[in-house]
């Protein structure tokens, strides 16, 4: 016991030392591209910090746990919409720019809803696992073309680039890739010992990868949103927040469903799916229609949250 707290200490450190560095260089990173800071959450942050849930779903659809594959993908995205999201209003109200936002907004919601109609019968086939990670491809090349369009625009008013940057690449990238690492191994770490501690509960593995697995994975999300709104930029973690629910939703549980057929448990289908369209709505009503979410939003998403875990508390007691 008091070897696996330890290990969930210097986890803990790990990831949040990580997730520190990543808002800095990213924060760079988006004023050297000279893009949003929501484009580049919803991109290269959300890459980094979805490789946690990829690595778990994907070694657990290899060794053949589809609860376990599933329910860190879905889980980290409801996750991601309701702790992360919340706990970074609570520190600073959020504003994003709207059309920026309804606009990956509508991709997640896309992906939700093939991700419920590839599942209907209870079980992910690998062709339309396949179609998944297809869809997410599209995202990151819609999303490459954004970046690209709004490269050439800023360069038709700004002035070439400074001779001195080439070195400041080097360093952003440097810190951005060894933050990556400390994120992956931290959170493995985080998923190896707080698995050690909840294995005496004696419920499905679907519940430990919708509650604690989401949880451990989606650290990364947390401290890096935890981060950005400490440091005055929020809507870096807003971009994360929807780049990373489509990575989960569909090429995590896309790879996933490709390498082995996923089969459901019922529960997911009536109790986990409806929650995930109602954290989806909860922030399309708030950010997508004001561009703001306050904190008495940001407290209404995490009561959401404590909710859904009551009721994912009471299926696991139910199935036990």
């Not at 990829?54 to 879905?74: E, K």
């Not at 930029?233 to 549980?253: E, F, Q």
Request: contains cysteine.
């Amino acid at each position: 016991m008091i070897y696996d707290v330890g290990g969930l200490i210097i986890a803990f450190a790990l990831v949040a030392k990580g997730g520190s560095m990543f808002v800095d260089s990213s924060v760079q990173i988006a004023s050297t591209l000279r893009v949003p800071r929501l484009i580049i959450g919803g991109t290269l942050v959300s890459l980094a910090t979805t490789i946690p849930e990829l690595v778990v779903s994907v070694t657990a659809s290899y060794l053949g746990d589809s609860g376990i594959a599933l329910g860190n993908a879905v889980g980290s995205a409801i996750v991601d919409m309701a702790l992360v999201t919340g706990t970074v209003a609570l520190i600073v109200p959020v504003t994003v720019d709207r059309v920026v936002f309804r606009r990956r907004a509508w991709w997640v919601r896309i992906a939700a809803l093939l991700l419920v109609i590839v599942s209907w019968n209870q079980v992910i086939g690998q062709l339309p696992a396949f179609g998944l990670f297809i869809f997410s491809c599209l995202y990151l090349f819609a999303d490459y073309r954004y970046i690209r369009r709004k490269q050439h625009q800023e360069s038709d008013s700004i002035d070439g680039a400074s001779s001195a940057k080439g070195s400041f690449h080097v360093k952003v990238a440097s810190q951005f890739i060894f933050g990556a690492v400390l994120v992956v191994v931290g959170s493995r770490l985080l998923l190896t010992y707080g698995v050690a501690l909840a294995a005496d509960l004696g419920v499905p593995s679907a519940l430990i990868g919708f509650s604690i697995v989401a949880v451990g994975t989606s650290l990364p999300e947390l401290v890096t949103g935890i981060s950005a709104a400490r440091k005055g930029v929020p809507d870096l973690s807003v971009g994360n927040v929807l780049g990373a629910n489509l990575l989960n939703i569909a090429m995590i549980v896309g790879l996933a469903g490709t390498l082995r057929p996923l089969s459901l448990e019922p529960f997911v289908q009536w109790y986990s799916y409806p929650w995930l369209f109602v954290f989806i709505a909860a922030l399309g009503l708030t950010l997508g229609r004001s561009g703001t979410l306050d904190r008495k939003g940001g407290l209404i998403l995490i009561a959401l949250y404590v909710f859904y875990l009551m009721g994912l508390a009471g299926v696991g007691y139910g199935l036990s």
